[in-house]
């Protein structure tokens, strides 16, 4: 069993930047796959980006390349979302989640999930 929760939402003017991060308890954080999804009211979960066990392999979103970067500290068992040049259409409830058998993008693939962090983007 893993525990995740989220921190680091907030509201930001757009252009700003924010870093998100995920703190996981429970069994070993670095057997486990890791990611960030969004929601926005009155749409589906969005996968943002995610990352491997051991933080070789990552993948995002065509929103979020070049303005998002996902990285992990497996000693601190805490995994961040780090959110440059940020839009209106980036708000929303964005969510980690981690598998222990599962890398990318589909979040019926991941097993433990946080209870969500709010980004809200101003224009």
């Not at 999804?37 to 070049?66: C, H, M, N």
């Amino acid at each position: 069993q893993v525990q995740v929760v989220e921190s680091g939402g907030g509201l930001v003017q757009a252009g700003g930047s924010l870093r998100l991060s995920c703190a996981a308890s429970g069994r070993a954080f670095r057997m486990y796959d890791m990611a960030w999804f969004r929601q926005a009211p009155g749409k589906g979960r969005e996968f943002v980006a995610a990352i491997s066990w051991d933080g070789e392999s990552t993948l995002y979103a065509d929103s979020a390349k070049g303005r998002f970067t996902i990285s992990r500290d497996n000693a601190k068992n805490t995994n961040y979302l780090q959110m440059n040049s940020l839009k209106p259409e980036d708000s929303a409830v964005y969510y980690c989640a981690a598998s222990s058998r599962y890398y990318g993008d589909n979040p019926g693939s991941y097993d433990y999930w946080g209870q969500g962090t709010q980004v809200t983007v101003s224009s």
